[in-house]
C-alpha cells in the first residue's frame, strides 16, 4: 500500500471512529470494529492493512487520552505536539481530540488505566506531533498525517512522542 494510501487509511477510519463513538452504548473496542468495517467497505485496502492503521489511530488516540499535559487546558493541545496547532494540515484535529475524552472517559468508566502506547517505529503512520528519536535524541515535527521516517541524522528508526 502506498503512503498516500496508507495515510488516507487513517484519516477515513479515524473518521469513521468519530462518528461511532458518537453512539454512546458503543465501547471503545465496538467503535473500532465498526470504524473498521466501514473503512474495509471503501474498499482498496485488505484486513490486514485496515487492522494495523487501526492500531496506529489506537496508539496516538490512548497516548493522547493518557497524557497529564492534556489535564490543563491552556495550551494543552498545543504542548501535546510541542507546535502551535494552527500549523495542523488537513487532519480533524477536534474529532481526534474528541475520540481521545470518550476513550479517556470509557476507560475511566471500566476503571481501566490507557494501556502504554506503543513504540513508534519508522514505517508507521501517525497523528501530528513531534518525536524525539531514541537514539539520538533528535526532533522531528509532523504537521499532519505522516509516515514516520528514517531518523534523519542517525537513522534510528525508534521514536518517543515528546
Same mark, same amino acid.
Given at each position: ?33 465498526? /470504524? ?55 487532519? /480533524? ?70
Amino acid at each position: 500500500m502506498g503512503e498516500n494510501k496508507l495515510i488516507k487509511a487513517y484519516d477515513d477510519l479515524m473518521g469513521h471512529l468519530y462518528e461511532a463513538l458518537d453512539d454512546t452504548l458503543h465501547t471503545v473496542a465496538e467503535a473500532l470494529d465498526i /470504524a473498521k468495517e466501514k473503512t474495509a467497505a471503501l474498499g482498496g485496502h485488505t484486513q490486514e492493512e485496515i487492522n494495523r492503521i487501526a492500531d496506529y489511530v489506537m496508539r496516538d488516540v490512548e497516548n493522547v487520552a493518557a497524557s497529564p499535559k492534556l489535564e490543563d487546558e491552556n495550551n494543552s493541545i498545543s504542548e501535546w505536539l510541542k507546535f502551535d496547532i494552527d500549523l495542523i494540515e488537513n487532519f /480533524a484535529l477536534d474529532a481526534f481530540m474528541d475520540i481521545a475524552d470518550k476513550t479517556k472517559v470509557k476507560l475511566a468508566a471500566l476503571e481501566m488505566e490507557a494501556k502504554q502506547y506503543h513504540p513508534y517505529k519508522s514505517g508507521d503512520v501517525t497523528s501530528p506531533g513531534t518525536f524525539t528519536c531514541d537514539a539520538c535524541g533528535k526532533h522531528i515535527a509532523f504537521k499532519s498525517t505522516s509516515i514516520i521516517p528514517e531518523c534523519p541524522e542517525c537513522k534510528g528508526t525508534a521514536f518517543t512522542r515528546c
